[in-house]
């Protein structure tokens, strides 16, 4: 099976403008990004996803493959774009790898692959969620959290802590699950998700996923070990710069 990692790369960001380009390490973000999404086994091609001339320049000089795209309102937008503009050379799963996650595991992107082509054969997308790490606060908007089913399908996604643990955590409570920001889909859903209308829970969270769930789409949700933060602020790329520096 043919499966297409897309990574979107936008220089304007609100809190890090020019993150994929910020290359204090020696390399800029984006090569990060590109090097761990090539140590995954399952994936056969990747292209990044820009609508910046500087992106697409930087990408080439590390020998990597970029798509200029038009201007999109969200990341599954610009990959629904590369996939079109390649027909079915894209491949039957299409695997989007967020542009600020230098640390991603190579081995999750290989379950979550599996987990669509060779495992849930009823769910059109699936994603990827690890326990809070040490220090994470499930009260932090800006963490998303999600809650499965017994067979390992969302049932939501919020910014709120979920879930509420009325009579406070126990022994019996389950642990609050962080959604990462790794996605695969289904050639064709992609493509008809892309075109679908916003929701009323998506816009109040300002989380896209929740528009497929709101449409009636099952999610599969793969569980993984604890994970570095992506890239949001310059304060974590000092982190991410401190942590290459030790290596």
Do not use: W
Request: charged residues 25%.
């Amino acid at each position: 099976m043919r499966i297409l990692a897309v990574i979107p790369a936008r220089f304007a960001s609100t809190r890090f403008p020019g993150k994929p380009l910020a290359d204090r390490t020696g390399k800029p973000l984006i090569q990060h990004v590109v090097e761990r999404v090539r140590e995954a086994k399952r994936i056969g091609r990747i292209v990044v996803a820009t609508d910046d001339d500087r992106i697409a320049a930087a990408v080439a000089r590390f020998g990597g493959e970029a798509m200029m795209t038009g201007e999109h309102p969200n990341g599954t937008s610009r990959i629904a774009e590369v996939v079109e503009r390649l027909g079915t050379g894209a491949g039957e799963v299409i695997v989007n790898v967020q542009g600020d996650e230098p640390e991603i595991e190579p081995d999750m992107i290989d379950a979550l692959v599996e987990a669509l082509a060779g495992g849930d054969a009823a769910a059109p997308m699936a994603t990827v969620a690890t326990p809070l790490g040490a220090g994470e606060d499930a009260g932090n908007p800006n963490v998303v959290k999600v809650v499965v089913d017994a067979a390992g399908r969302a049932l939501y996604f919020s910014r709120s802590p979920i879930p509420c643990h009325r009579d406070g955590h126990g022994s019996g409570s389950p642990p609050y699950l962080k959604h990462l920001g790794l996605y695969a889909y289904r050639r064709d859903f992609l493509l008809r998700y892309a075109r679908l209308a916003e929701t009323p829970l998506e816009l109040a969270e300002k989380l896209e996923q929740l528009r497929a769930l709101e449409h009636g789409h099952a999610i599969r949700v793969i569980v993984g070990p604890p994970s570095p933060p992506g890239i949001d602020t310059p304060e974590q790329y000092d982190a991410f710069v401190a942590r290459t520096a030790r290596l």
